[in-house]
């Protein structure tokens, strides 16, 4: 096993169905998940290697394996109940590896303090922000609760705030200016919600999710006094944080600049933010591992935090290894390290730039240059002759565009209705972390199909 570099996988491509009418396509681009590995990217070499010596100890006698490859899976089975990987760990993670995460926040933060008494590990960033939401949302209460949630959003996490029982109060992004938060559109979501729900919190993605917004300081100074002044509990989704790629952007934590907005705010303002081993330069999605960080809970709500994140007994174990690699990685002089440091974002960065050129030039399509994150966003201006046919369908219009995509060029995005959009707008999104050669591929399916939509509605 190499590093992390290209190699088509067949989840991404998959073989066309030789059965019904013939296509003039092989197989389909799938580009609808956000998922690193099913995209053609190789895993980390370190990382397979020392989870399989967690997993087969008697690996760690092989010669195959490189010795801090070794050195690391030792370590992590002495921290594990019965030295094996099968046992349950401490509700909120493997002692030594929840210190080491606190050190990796601590040094991402540029020595902003961080305690390993206010962080879970989880199964995920999703499970973390559902549980934190158990706490937050009374659903026997009158008016029922809400939470301000970004528009275009995370569908996964409208479901969450549903499924216990809250109201959704969407925030629209601003897409003319690259999706920009606005606090006067915060204030309008919030008048809202008056008379139909009563909001506790407010949830930002950043980056964003599925439009590739990074947010910058100021932004998020207005967001944070806004919070304040409102009393909302901020929930910060962070899980995007590695994938920078815009000309001055950078990554933030809200962590951190809570913390340097000094005393009341510093002191006052709850905030979780979470993060994952599924994303970044690890790509784990299916190992489940993620971490939600508290900040200025009174000592009574973490004891019952404590309680409803123990219900689940712990996080995934395999999920916790891998934080541990992502919170402390192979360093220079390591034999592992050349391997590890191979990353993603050449990838997005040639992707996004390839992607924004040509989306643009295409009639009917615009897409706003992506900042950070792993998906664009293109907004797709539907003739009215295809949303006559998806009305005559029972769909909505960019469904509709998203079918006639797949059935005519092979490429199944996902449609912007899933992620909630202004009225009347019409997007699709598309994951940017796949292979080059895949990807420049999709975008000649692409243009070729929209270039033949445009002429058969008009």
């Not at 784990?284 to 935090?305: K, Q, S, T």
């Not at 541990?324 to 002089?333: A, N």
Request: with cysteine; charged share 20%.
């Amino acid at each position: 096993m190499s590093g992390l570099h290209c190699e088509l996988c067949a989840d991404v491509r998959i073989s066309a169905c030789p059965q019904g009418a013939a296509k003039p396509y092989k197989d389909v681009i799938n580009v609808s998940w956000g998922d690193p590995h099913r995209g053609g990217l190789k895993p980390l070499t370190f990382v397979r290697q020392v989870l399989a010596a967690c997993f087969y100890p008697e690996l760690l006698d092989s010669s195959k394996l490189p010795l801090d490859a070794k050195q690391r899976a030792e370590w992590l089975l002495e921290r594990c109940e019965g030295s094996s990987v099968g046992c349950y760990t401490s509700t909120a993670g493997i002692s030594d590896v929840v210190h080491r995460v606190s050190e990796f926040i601590r040094r991402r933060d540029g020595g902003v303090p961080s305690h390993p008494k206010n962080i879970f590990i989880t199964c995920g960033s999703q499970w973390a922000l559902t549980n934190i939401l158990k706490i937050l949302v009374d659903s026997e209460a009158s008016p029922r609760a809400g939470v301000l949630v970004p528009a275009p959003g995370h569908s996964t996490t409208v479901w969450s705030v549903t499924g216990q029982g809250a109201v959704v109060v969407p925030y629209y992004l601003c897409e003319e200016e690259g999706w920009a938060l606005k606090v006067e559109e915060l204030q309008r979501a919030l008048d809202s919600a008056e008379g139909v729900c009563k909001p506790v919190a407010l949830y930002v993605i950043n980056p964003g999710n599925p439009a590739g917004l990074v947010q910058s300081r100021e932004s998020m100074e207005e967001v944070i006094r806004f919070a304040s002044e409102k009393k909302l509990f901020l929930l910060a989704d962070e899980v995007y944080q590695d994938y920078i790629y815009g000309e001055g952007s950078r990554f933030i934590s809200y962590k951190k600049v809570v913390a340097e907005m000094g005393a009341p705010l510093s002191d006052s303002v709850q905030l979780a933010s979470f993060h994952s081993a599924s994303k970044g330069m690890m790509g784990e999605c299916g190992l489940r591992g993620g971490y939600v960080e508290l900040l200025n809970l009174d000592p009574a709500v973490m004891e019952y935090v404590y309680k409803i994140f123990s219900i689940g007994s712990c996080g995934s174990v395999s999920g916790q290894l891998a934080l541990d690699i992502m919170s402390s990685p192979p360093q220079p002089g390591d034999s592992s390290y050349p391997l590890y440091e191979q990353t993603p974002v050449c990838t997005l960065v040639h992707n996004v730039k390839t992607a924004s050129e040509v989306l643009n030039r295409l009639p009917g399509l615009s897409c706003q240059p992506g900042d950070g994150g792993a998906f664009l966003f293109p907004r797709v201006d539907i003739p009215p002759k295809a949303i006559q046919r998806a009305q005559e369908a029972g769909i909505e219009p960019d469904t509709f565009y998203c079918v006639k995509l797949l059935e005519e060029a092979g490429v199944l995005v996902s449609p912007g209705c899933d992620f909630t959009q202004k009225e009347g707008t019409h997007h699709i999104r598309l994951c940017t972390l796949v292979c080059s050669d895949v990807f420049e591929e999709l975008l000649r399916r692409l243009s070729n199909f929209q270039t033949n939509f445009m002429k058969d509605f008009s």
